[in-house]
């Protein structure tokens, strides 16, 4: 078995991070959720949050097409993936002939993710997945890439009431969000991966008037997104609120500078929220849940 020293894949350093994103910046309207990822990487940096994410590449292409692996040791050994070329080539034998990835399952779920693989290579990378380890099981989840570009974002306004309004969420909501929402659908509540996400960006909240109850909430970033607006959750007889906690979060980001992208199953509700918006469906992708059975 070939040593990590001898690995196909090679870390980057962290210039060359920043070089990789400024690679990345040139297609932020194309792949949004690819810059908004190594956006975040180099933040967390900034912020002096170390050891979540290293960075590789196959024989160190990432010049030449963009190629790039991230494995997310934050809180497992989650796996994001990209190339700028289409027909995958280095993408494909990186992840075929490396042996740098171990499929340690998050602590807060049983499996490890690979969220928000592009459709040009989904496929293969399912055939890979199964061809070279002797997972137990691997579920995919295929979703809509969505997006509302900066210009765009900027003209939208949140609609409040007299019953409710919109905060941005503190640590102290903690709390509630993990005693409200144990298991939402593609997320685990963990108060550890809630904290993180809340230094990183901001999340928004929406709070009774008569209360200050949290009915709803949106976040962005945890060990293993694939775009910027990870998770929206509500009660149910405040369904609505999520068109406002999108807003909240798009006129922040674009205040930031960054558009607004998120990955959606087909069907589910929170898609009316977007279309709502006038997010523009960019394409497809798929996350992986690899479930090795350790």
């Known amino acids: 078995m070939t040593s990590n020293d001898e690995d196909i894949l090679i870390q980057l350093s962290d210039d060359e991070v920043t070089e990789l994103a400024d690679l990345y910046s040139t297609h932020k309207n194309e792949i949004p959720n690819v810059h908004s990822i190594l956006q975040t990487f180099i933040k967390m940096k900034e912020i002096n949050i170390k050891n979540c994410v290293s960075i590789f590449s196959p024989r160190n292409c990432w010049r030449e097409d963009g190629t790039f692996f991230a494995l997310l040791n934050s809180f497992g050994e989650d796996i994001f993936l990209h ?162 906690l999108v807003t909240a979060m798009a006129k922040y980001l674009a205040e930031e500078g960054f558009g607004t992208c998120a990955t959606v199953k087909e069907g589910v509700i929170s898609e009316k929220f977007f279309k709502k918006l006038n997010f523009k469906i960019l394409y497809k992708c798929v996350h992986f849940e690899v479930d090795t059975g350790n």
């Open 83 to 244: 190339s700028l070329d289409k027909t995958g080539k280095n993408l494909f034998e990186g992840m075929l002939k490396t042996n740098r990835f171990h499929f340690r399952p998050d602590p807060v779920r049983d499996y490890t993710l690979l969220p928000g693989v592009h459709e040009h290579f989904a496929q293969r990378i399912l055939e890979i997945l199964t061809q070279k380890s002797k997972h137990t099981r691997i579920v995919t989840h295929k979703t809509n890439l969505w997006y509302l570009e900066k210009n765009e974002a900027e003209k939208l306004e949140i609609m409040s009431s007299q019953q409710m309004y919109v905060r941005e969420l503190e640590s102290t909501d903690i709390p509630s969000i993990v005693s409200k929402w144990p298991d939402s659908q593609n997320y685990s509540a963990d108060v550890g991966k809630l904290g993180l996400s809340i230094k990183l960006w901001k999340g928004f909240g929406v709070y009774l008037t008569a209360n200050k109850e949290l009915v709803s909430y949106i976040l962005m970033f945890d060990s293993s997104v694939g775009g910027q607006v990870k998770i929206v959750e509500t009660d149910e007889e405040f369904i609505n609120n999520g068109s406002m």
